[in-house]
């Protein structure tokens, strides 16, 4: 008892600091990948590369000034950054992350917690996650701040239900709402996405929309909201916020990856016949690989496409995701009741 | 008036002039996607473009021979000072960044200056420079030139206040700075006329 909750300690410690440097490194990336699609360089001065441009940024932003302002709520003031970072965080317990290590013969799951409502855990928490900003938003005594909030809001309940909805195809078929078993089911090459391409397609949507990343990024909206819900944020209180942003993509890529490119399978690694350990390590690097294919994609949308517009915005949500994902739920339960 | 616009149809110069129209977007162009991923193709090819940017300390841009940048009070052949405080450049400066007190030479002072007067301080503020090289074709003595040599940074406005000391070329032949270049042909002809021969 004592060695699984040392296990599950370390587990967890390590998941916790590999979102922390994956967030940390993205940022970098980010700027990278922003620098290459529009022909620069992006930041190459700090260290070779660039690689200690994380650190700089994270050194200044805890060197400036904590500047609140006198009529924000302080108590909801502090409260919201610590909110999205804490919930953003929370969401990588419930993802498998690879097959079971071996050591002394006992078998120990890369899993912080096997939950049988995995998938609900995993979007109940993603849902309070907008608290974070509204909190925010709200606590900066703001107009704009405000306004980004209320955004926020009503965009990530309208992208939550189309999200909800293609997960329950998925649900479906997979007949456990445990992410464990969801990734079983996913064995070899017998990935979610080729059943459900538009299930797939409807919650990469949603993703962009829940992780406020652009084009859906109208909560933080530059051009009409100065800085949306962080307007009135500045110090590491800022930085939580973005930092909190780039572990929502890497949690909803693995979340994607997970339930819909089979999670840590790859065709023949099974078959390689690898030790229980090896094994386990390659099969977390596959993961890996799908999350940062990803992180690629959602940075390769955010530098091609402009922002839309929050009437837009609603449409696409009401009148195109969902009506499309109800009519996928109807068309796999017809074709799941054809086959049985 | 309008009937003849009418009567005539524009006749376009370079045929690649469209005729706006409001027509309905079909179900393709309206759902997007085809749009969206014929923008991403674009924006993928980028990413292996050929980098724009100049990675400056080490890498630095070349100049035309004739870039305007920071000025420099020239000498003649014998190492005297040509400019004689006649204060033209300063009156044809457009920011007004030039400044100047004129003195007299003494005697014994012939092999520092070429001529009776010459400028004692010579200040030019190059944060009010715009360097349009009005200066330099309003000399008459071919005193100030503009060089390739782009002014340094600093910390403090008053810094950037140039004096003689910056200005005027080294007296060593070997260090002077050749700005033959940007002497047009008008120029070169125009001293060849032995009337203004003290200019050259």
Redesign the interface.
């Known amino acids: 008892m004592t060695t699984y909750i040392i296990y599950k300690t370390l587990l967890a410690s390590f998941i916790l600091i590999l979102s922390l440097i994956v967030a940390m490194y993205s940022t970098l990336i980010e700027r990278k990948m922003a620098?290459?699609?529009?022909?620069?360089?992006g930041p190459n001065r700090a260290g070779p590369w660039g690689l200690l441009q994380p650190l700089a940024d994270g050194i200044k932003l805890f060197f400036k000034e904590e500047f609140m302002p006198n009529t924000a709520d302080k108590f909801l003031y502090i409260l919201g950054p610590s909110l999205t970072m804490f919930i953003a965080l929370l969401t990588s317990a419930a993802i498998p992350w690879g097959p079971d290590l071996v050591i002394n013969g006992q078998a120990y799951s890369l899993q912080v917690a096997d939950i049988n409502i995995g998938i609900l855990y995993i979007f109940a928490i993603v849902s309070i996650g907008v608290y974070g900003i509204i909190i925010g938003g709200w606590a900066s005594n703001n107009k704009y701040a405000l306004l980004g909030a209320v955004r926020a809001s009503s965009q990530m309940i309208s992208y939550e239900l189309a999200m909800s909805l293609s997960i329950i195809t998925i649900v479906m078929m997979t007949g456990s709402l445990s992410m464990r078993d969801i990734v079983a089911q996913q064995q070899g090459f017998n990935w979610n996405i080729w059943y459900q391409p538009v299930g797939f397609f409807i919650f990469l949507i949603c993703a962009f929309a829940e992780t406020n990343r652009a084009p859906f990024d109208l909560p933080e909206c530059e051009t009409e909201l100065v800085g949306g819900y962080h307007t009135e944020y500045s110090s590491m209180k800022l930085g939580f916020y973005l930092f909190a942003e780039y572990i929502n993509m890497f949690i909803s890529g693995a979340v994607m990856a997970t339930l819909f490119l089979g999670g840590y399978h790859f065709p023949g690694l099974d078959k390689l016949g690898l030790s229980p350990n090896v094994f386990a390590f390659v099969s977390f690097m596959v993961l890996f690989m799908k999350i940062t294919l990803f992180g690629f994609i959602y940075m390769?949308?955010r530098?091609?496409?402009p922002r839309f517009r929050y009437d837009q915005l609603m449409k696409l949500g009401w009148k195109s995701l969902i009506p499309l994902a109800i009519l996928n739920v109807v068309i796999t339960g017809v074709v799941i009741l054809l086959n049985q | 008036m309008s009937k003849t616009l009418k009567q005539e149809k524009m006749n376009s110069l370079t045929n690649r002039s469209k005729i706006v129209s409001n027509k309905q977007m079909n179900f393709w162009e309206r759902i997007y996607i085809p749009a969206i991923l014929k923008g991403l193709g674009i924006t993928f090819v980028h990413l292996f473009r050929e980098k724009v940017t100049f990675q400056y300390p080490e890498v630095k841009r070349e100049f035309s021979e004739i870039y305007r940048g920071q000025h420099v009070l020239k000498r003649d052949d014998q190492g005297r000072e040509r400019c004689t405080a006649c204060g033209l450049c300063a009156v044809a400066c457009p920011a007004e960044a030039i400044t100047m007190v004129a003195a007299e030479r003494k005697p014994g002072e012939e092999h520092l200056y070429r001529e009776e007067k010459y400028a004692a301080v010579y200040e030019i503020n190059m944060l009010r420079c715009i360097f349009c090289g009005l200066c330099e074709e309003a000399c008459p003595k071919e005193a100030i030139f503009l060089t390739s040599a782009t002014v340094a940074s600093e910390y403090t406005r008053d810094k950037f206040i140039y004096g003689k000391e910056l200005l005027t070329e080294p007296m060593d032949p070997a260090k002077r700075i050749d700005i033959s270049k940007r002497q047009t042909k008008e120029v070169l002809e125009f001293k060849k006329d032995l009337k203004h021969k003290h200019n050259r």
């Open positions: 620098g290459w699609f529009q022909d620069r360089h390769w949308i530098w091609t496409l």
